[in-house]
T-cell receptor, first 114, second 115 residues
Framework: NAGVMQNPRHLVRRRGQEARLRCSPM?????VYWYRQLPEEGLKFMVY????????ESGMPKERFSAEFPKEGPSILRIQQVVRGDSAAYFC????????????FGQGTRLTVV | DQQVKQNSPSLSVQEGRISILNCDYT??????FLWYKKYPAEGPTFLIS?????DKNEDGRFTVFLNKSAKHLSLHIVPSQPGDSAVYFC??????????????FGTGTQLKVEL
């Protein structure tokens, strides 16, 4: 049973470009979470999704960031017009149920904006 | 507002001895607590959890203690092994009773187990 798969592992974008980060949850998991870890900080919650629905996006920046989890395919975190401050590690987690219970994390995507 | 705090950024312990990692929280709505371990360039790996109805949970070498009145929890690792060297994150949620779904993480403690 494969774990949470994220790709790419590393992504380099120039300022102003778009970044698309993908996350395939563990088999049987329908709840997906995205977290961001800035250098020297802990993980910060961004958004919680179930299939085709955004449940909680209280941690998402108001502009340039969006997330989706379509009926078919992986969850996508999209960052438009990236800036240097977006450079971070972005982690996806999945769980079979919501409620903040044990979530399994992917290996992360390290975004570098140059 | 840091609702989950890990005040020790690093801890060094000798192999075979006990490692004690501490975590404090401020939000009294938190009712479920987790510890994750993280190696460089990898995602966090779940270690152990505890709900607020318990004060202790044990799994092999790992034990988590919860003191609700003090809003404090700790992770004990005994005996410590070199492979335990990693960053340990404390996390909390109000999912069991508050319906919340997000984890709030501390800033982590770097544990180094020396030979």
């Amino acid at each position: 049973n494969a774990g949470v798969m994220q790709n790419p592992r590393h992504l380099v974008r120039r300022r102003g470009q778009e970044a698309r980060l993908r996350c395939s949850p563990m088999k049987g998991h329908s709840h997906v979470y995205w977290y961001r870890q800035l250098p020297e900080e802990g993980l910060k919650f961004m958004v919680y999704l179930q299939k085709e629905n955004i449940i909680d996006e209280s941690g998402m920046p108001k502009e340039r960031f969006s997330a989706e989890f379509p009926k078919e395919g992986p969850s996508i975190l999209r960052i438009q017009q990236v800036v240097r401050g977006d450079s971070a590690a972005y982690f996806c987690a999945s769980s079979p149920r919501g409620g903040g219970e044990k979530a399994f994390f992917g290996q992360g995507t390290r975004l570098t904006v140059v | 507002d840091q609702q989950v705090k890990q005040n020790s950024p690093s801890l060094s312990v000798q192999e075979g001895r006990i490692s004690i990692l501490n975590c404090d929280y401020t939000n009294s709505m938190f009712d479920y607590f987790l510890w994750y371990k993280k190696y460089p360039a990898e995602g966090p790996t779940f270690l152990i959890s505890i709900s607020s109805i318990k004060d202790k949970n044990e799994d092999g070498r790992f034990t988590v203690f919860l003191n609700k009145s003090a809003k404090h929890l700790s992770l004990h690792i005994v005996p410590s092994q070199p492979g335990d060297s990693a960053v340990y994150f404390c996390a909390a949620s109000d999912g069991l009773t508050g319906g919340g779904n997000k984890l709030t993480f501390g800033t982590g403690t770097q544990l180094k187990v020396e030979l």
